[in-house]
């Protein structure tokens, strides 16, 4: 998981409800060179657009978003996800996470859930949410407090603001939806506008 995001480092996190559109999504952002998604667990149809994907787009590393129970661990890594993110942890959720044999990025916003997380062995957390909990600031200020953890921030990052937090030392990768809207979804223009997007990255 290190790897694959060291090198492809923005990834987009999509939130898909319809099969048909969600392929059209990834041939768009995977054939443009960003591989790796996070598709959240937020719709009906979650499971079925990952399948989908899985199956259409092999070079594709697909993980599956928001998850907040035990039981979704397994349920990610029986249809194809290569890793699993979640907003917060538990210490259930770690353990679960190892238990099942799948990557995972748990989500921290305060230093004492940092400290919390490093003290269960977890080096690599998502910063979440990451424009109302200080932004690129707090991380460039967490780099000297934190040495040894490296994060991958999401939530508020845009197309104006996300080189910046990539300029950071601690900060390995970054999330955001912000290259496909909900606007663009609804007005079935995505092709387009991911497509500009992607050409400025």
């Not at 996070?38 to 993980?63: D, H």
């Not at 940092?114 to 269960?120: A, C, F, N, S």
Request: glycine share 8%; with cysteine; proline share 3%.
């Amino acid at each position: 998981m290190l790897n694959k995001f060291k090198n492809s480092p923005v990834i987009p996190v999509l939130t898909l409800d319809n099969v048909d559109e969600s392929l059209k999504i990834a041939e768009v952002l995977v054939t443009s060179g960003l591989s790796n998604l996070e598709v959240t667990l937020r719709t009906p149809n979650a499971f079925k657009c990952i399948e989908a994907i899985k199956k259409e787009f092999s070079e594709a590393f697909i993980g599956a978003g928001t998850l907040v129970k035990k039981e979704q661990f397994q349920q990610v890594k029986d249809i194809g996800c290569s890793f699993a993110v979640s907003p917060g942890f538990t210490e259930a959720l770690v353990y679960e996470a190892k238990k099942v044999g799948i990557s995972y990025l748990p989500g921290v916003s305060t230093p004492s859930e940092i400290i919390r997380l490093r003290e269960l062995g977890v080096s690599f957390q998502k910063f979440f949410h990451a424009s109302n909990s200080g932004g690129y600031k707090i991380l460039q200020a967490y780099s000297n407090i934190f040495t040894d953890i490296k994060f991958c921030p999401t939530g508020g990052i845009q197309q104006e603001n996300y080189q910046e937090y990539l300029k950071l030392n601690n900060v390995l990768c970054l999330g955001g939806s912000w290259m496909v809207s909900k606007g663009c979804l609804k007005d079935k223009n995505f092709t387009l506008h991911v497509e500009e997007i992607v050409k400025n990255f």
